[in-house]
Nanobody, 126 residues
Framework: QVHLVESGGGSVQAGGSLRLSCKVDGNFYSRCMGWFRQAPGKEREGVATIYTGGGGLYYADFVSGRFTISRDPANNTVYLQMNYLKPEDTAMYSC????????????????????WGQGTQVSVSS
């Protein structure tokens, strides 16, 4: 069991940057972590994943090199650095964790992640 707390959301203008943080309370190691987002009226979609032991990098096509997921084991934290933000990036961004028994990341499907944070809102204005 893990508890996830996101922070770092906010309002920015198009072209700006934000860094989202996901603090993991529980066993940080040996699990896949993911960032997802959901805009109003749309389905939740995967943004990026990373394996806390290293590797496991998956990015959605819409990221197009603008976002970077990273991990900080010393602080039990996973980050999502978002640059060149667009209005269409506006959404609630949530952090998710897989169990610590799968040994890697299995892609961007939200069904791979049983543990979820409450989310942090990102709003990008044109």
């Amino acid at each position: 069991q893990v508890h996830l707390v996101e922070s770092g959301g906010g309002s920015v203008q198009a072209g700006g940057s934000l860094r989202l943080s996901c603090k993991v309370d529980g066993n940080f190691y040996s699990r896949c972590m993911g960032w997802f987002r959901q805009a109003p009226g749309k389905e939740r979609e995967g943004v990026a994943t990373i394996y806390t032991g290293g590797g496991g990098l998956y990015y959605a096509d819409f990221v197009s090199g603008r976002f970077t997921i990273s991990r900080d084991p010393a602080n039990n934290t996973v980050y999502l650095q978002m640059n060149y933000l667009k209005p269409e990036d506006t959404a609630m961004y949530s952090c998710a964790a897989d169990t610590d028994t799968n040994g890697g990341c299995r892609g961007l499907s939200d069904s791979n992640f049983p543990y979820w944070g409450q989310g942090t809102q990102v709003s990008v204005s044109s």
